[in-house]
């Protein structure tokens, strides 16, 4: 990955005073403040993050990690500051290419995992074409959940409802995807193996990641750049660039480091 | 990725769908034991003349009736007209309930519109439409069935309109996300959500068509259960009136068992 580079000139970027570049970044936030009523969820938030980039957002809960995802898919129409995707604002459209694994799973209850994974098929694509129905299988099958394709969410535990709507996310093959702390239910074998998957998925189709949770090594693990949230409001705290080689080994030294930096940056 | 299924298949419950134990299977029985005591009572209080048998007959004697009006073949009529009514009447409620209730889910200028109105009308009790209804459509079949449509549309209306504008926002946000698109998430995420509450809304309906087709009959018709019954009165014997009352339950019964069982079967969820 070449791009892994830029985020260093990316840095002073996202204390929002450098000059805008002449390509739009993928994701492009801007002086955002997200209020709900009286309550300020995020203030004065500057974020860019560049094509093919995997950037991770941490934080701790309640810091608007959340809200800022929400933003971006368009699923908050009312917020201060510019929020664009390929320098399309997400409330002109910019948001149709961005695909969401919300934070719990919200399947459809009455529908089986074949069913609910082909819900994220993009568009044009017809969901009774044999080639969709391979494409499904083959995602089933990505999130370890082969043989399971035929049964309701009612009868899967946590973890593997989760892994459902991490597949239905992947199925929508968006230019950007947006995971809201996707691997929270998971236990640490299968965490790790769908770490893995989503760099596989990120690394193949060249997509832009932004990834919330609270997981300091797994921001450190899976992201070029850790984009760290505090304080309520939300405000940026840091940003801290992971400068391990791909692929990586989880007990790197430069993961190591990093972590400290953001576990410093947290206040913890 | 064998060792993560194995893990969490454990964890799962998969084996719910199981076999039950025995015991429960009988349980339904239970319920068998206290209205069979009831008819003991009730013998026991017709034979020691504690009700005079002109006004409450012995159970065995209104077995006797029906099963005697059954073999001349004159009970199937009246049966078979009172079911005709319900059965039209309940499709044809049903049908402009599900209407009424999308349109007023789906649409809320269509809700702020209609629902006070439909709200306040749901509060009419059946036997006040009957004289209208007499003077507009006269004594046919047409009256009676339309009285029971009335009946069975509100629930139908009421639960599938809110069942509709419930569907969870965190689904919603989904076919947002996802693109699906209006037609789509309607489709898949919206109806689907929406027909327990349909399901729940047409049980509702049967039962208050059983009602109306009462309020119908007793007033306005030559033929039908409720029509057997006002009969009897007429003729004084009370085991006419008993055994009416009883065909009443046995297929109101059977009717709510029959949609109980088409939800089971649907809502499987």
Known sequence: ?268 | MATTRETETGEGGLDLAGAFPDPDRFRWLLGLVVPALLVVVWHLLVVTGVFAAHQLPEPLRVVETLYGMAATGELWGHVAITLQRVFFGVVLGVSVGIVFGTVTGLYGLANDLLDPLLQSLKNIPSLAWVPLFLLWFGIGEGAKVLLIAVGAFFPVYLNLSTGIGNVSEDLLEVAEVYDLGRFESLRRVVFPAAVPSLLVGIRGGVGLAWMFVVAAELIAAGQGIGFLMSDGRVLARPDIIVGSILLFAFFGNLSDLAVKGVKQRVVDW
Not at chain 1, 183 to 198: C, G, I, M, R
Not at chain 1, 223 to 232: E, F, K, M, W, Y
């Open chain 1, 1 to 268: 990955m070449t791009d892994t580079s830029s985020p260093a000139d990316d840095s002073p970027e996202s204390t929002g005073d450098s000059p805008e570049s002449t390509d739009d970044p993928a994701l492009a936030v801007r002086g955002l403040t997200k209020r709900y009523g009286d309550t300020v969820a995020l203030e004065e938030v500057d974020l860019a993050v560049d094509d093919g980039e995997f950037v991770a957002v941490v934080g701790p809960s309640g810091c608007g990690k959340s809200t800022l995802l929400r933003v971006l898919t368009g699923l908050e129409e009312r917020f201060e500051g510019r929020a664009a995707v390929d320098g399309v604002d997400v409330r002109d459209g910019g948001s149709d290419g961005v695909g969401m694994v919300f934070q719990e799973p919200r399947l459809l209850a009455w529908a089986d995992v074949r069913e609910n994974v082909a819900i994220g098929l993009p568009g044009g694509v017809d969901r009774d074409d044999p080639a969709a129905h391979d494409r499904v299988d083959d995602l089933i099958e990505t999130v370890g959940l082969d043989g399971f394709a035929g049964h309701r969410p009612g009868e899967l535990s946590g973890g593997m409802a989760q892994r459902v709507s991490l597949a239905r996310g992947l199925a929508y093959e968006p230019e950007v995807l947006l995971l809201d702390e996707p691997f929270s239910a998971l236990d640490q074998l299968t965490k790790y193996e769908q770490q893995d998957n989503l760099l596989d998925v990120w690394r193949e189709r060249g997509a832009t990641v932004a990834l919330v949770t609270h997981d300091v090594e797994e921001a450190a693990y899976l992201a070029d750049r850790v984009v760290v949230l505090g304080g309520q409001p939300g405000t940026v705290e840091a940003v801290v660039n992971v400068e391990a080689d791909r692929p990586r080994e989880r007990t790197d030294k430069a993961l190591l480091a990093a972590r400290r930096e953001i576990t410093d940056a947290l206040g913890v």
